[in-house]
């Protein structure tokens, strides 16, 4: 049977397998677009009193209220920040469930954020040249994001190249618009990922999933 006389039946097939297969991608996604319809900035900014309740920093972390290392995660201050976000999320997450599976992506994606989230945190809290940042709030699901880049690279022969034009890159939007509690995010979650990526397979926690895979 040649591909012209394939049954048009196989192509909903496969895009429900294929959905299937990204479901924790799809559901971020979605929670993202439903969070942030409900905190008003889907067709303008975030709202301050919402960025205040619900966003990630030193000072507002350390009121006690733990619940906003997560909801922080789907929020984005704008409209544009929240179209750039679902494309960023979608490859990057859809790329490690695609590889390690849909536990282990979502794993994976919340721990590498979860760590490296309090990590920078900590060293705001730690660092008298950082104290500035304290009373900054974020949102954004970009150090988990930036985690699993760091994460992929790490297998890739090149890595230590491809690493060093990430960072380079970093630096470049820095010095055109510096965000420095984003920036200093991406930067620790670049090293997480890359770190956890480089850990000999038995130890890693996608190493399973990678040899399973031959």
Do not use: C
Not at 74 to 84: A, V
Not at 110 to 137: E, M, P, Q, R, Y
Not at 194 to 199: I, P
Request: no cysteine.
């Amino acid at each position: 049977m040649s591909l012209d006389a394939a049954p048009r039946s196989t192509i909903p097939q496969r895009v429900a397998r294929t959905a299937a297969r990204l479901r924790f991608t799809l559901l971020f996604l979605a929670v993202m677009l439903v969070a942030n319809s409900a905190a008003g900035s889907i067709g303008g900014a975030l709202p301050r009193e919402m960025l205040a309740a619900w966003g990630i920093g030193r000072d507002a972390l350390a009121s006690g209220d733990a619940f906003r290392l997560l909801t922080g995660i789907f929020l984005s201050h704008d409209t544009g920040m929240l179209l750039r976000q679902l494309v960023f999320a979608a490859a990057v997450i859809g790329h490690a469930e695609w590889h390690h599976g849909s536990l282990r992506a979502a794993a994976l994606f919340f721990g590498l954020d979860l760590v490296g989230t309090v990590l920078l945190l900590t060293l705001i809290g730690g660092s008298a040249g950082l104290a500035h940042l304290a009373a900054d709030t974020d949102v954004g699901m970009s150090i988990g994001g930036f985690g699993l880049i760091a994460l992929a690279i790490a297998g890739w022969k090149r890595r230590w190249l491809v690493l060093g034009l990430v960072l380079l890159s970093i630096a470049a939007k820095y010095a055109i618009s510096p965000d420095p509690l984003a920036d200093l995010g991406h930067v620790l979650a670049l090293g997480l990922g890359f770190t956890l990526g480089s850990l000999p397979r038995s130890a890693s926690p996608t190493g399973a999933r990678e040899a399973g895979h031959g």
